[in-house]
């Protein structure tokens, strides 16, 4: 058996805001609008919206997204209002780390 990930769900009470971040920061298309539930194409990967609350552990998971230029990625989304850390590299790394607005950790690195 070999299952493949098609899908991550995000529970929400902040719908608009995290629309917002993950549309018109991160760039990502809105494939699906229904009530309580969107789903936003992540190249590879749905991102699903759900209304909801959330109980995350004290170490959430983190939605991690590949781009050819790390850096310059990051200057694009901190000019659209994302909140990112510094570039971190080292081994032929490059990443930097960041938070959506319900406080999900998310990562951009050149990790194929």
Known sequence: MRLSMRRIVLFTKNMPGMIAFY?????LALIKDEPGWKELDGNGCIIALHNGTSRVGARP???GFWAED???ARDVL???GARLGKLLS???LI???GKDPDGNPFSISNRP
């Open 23 to 27: 549309r018109d920061v991160l760039g």
């Open 61 to 63: 998971p983190k939605i």
């Open 70 to 72: 790390v850096a310059g």
């Open 78 to 80: 901190l000019q659209r």
């Open 90 to 92: 080292g081994a032929g």
């Open 95 to 97: 990443r930097c780390e």
